[in-house]
């Protein structure tokens, strides 16, 4: 099993930053892509960067050269973050984390909540 715990939500004003992370732990063997969605109420949940474990990233056009996606590693552990700058109240959101493993099977988080005012 593999679990997944994101951190880093919250309100921000318009223009402003926040970065989210995601502890990603237990059988973590076979992962391969990483990546963040977003859930706006009312819509689909939509795609906004993933990354794979050779470091390629892709972008949602909405988020590209505002939202950074990375991950890192430590002893049993991953971790994926996103930092968000120059905020719009459009990128507000619920936020998820997604791994997929073997690829086949995948994981989400229980999702951050992302709120910019303006």
């Known amino acids: 099993q593999v679990q997944l715990v994101e951190s880093g939500g919250g309100l921000v004003q318009a223009g402003g930053s926040l970065r989210l992370s995601c502890a990603v732990s237990g059988n973590i063997f076979g992962i391969t892509g990483m990546g963040w969605y977003r859930q706006a109420e009312g819509k689909q949940r939509e795609l906004v960067a993933t990354?794979?474990?050779?470091?390629?990233?892709?972008?949602a056009d909405s988020v590209k050269d505002r939202f950074t996606i990375a991950r890192d590693n430590a002893k049993n552990t991953l971790y994926l973050h996103l930092q968000m700058n120059s905020l719009k109240p459009e990128d507000t959101a619920v936020y998820y984390c997604?791994?997929?493993?073997?690829?086949?099977?995948?994981?989400w988080g229980q999702g951050t909540r992302v709120t910019v005012s303006s």
């Open positions: 990354i794979t474990d050779g470091a390629s990233t892709n972008y």
């Open positions: 997604r791994v997929v493993k073997s690829l086949k099977y995948d994981y």
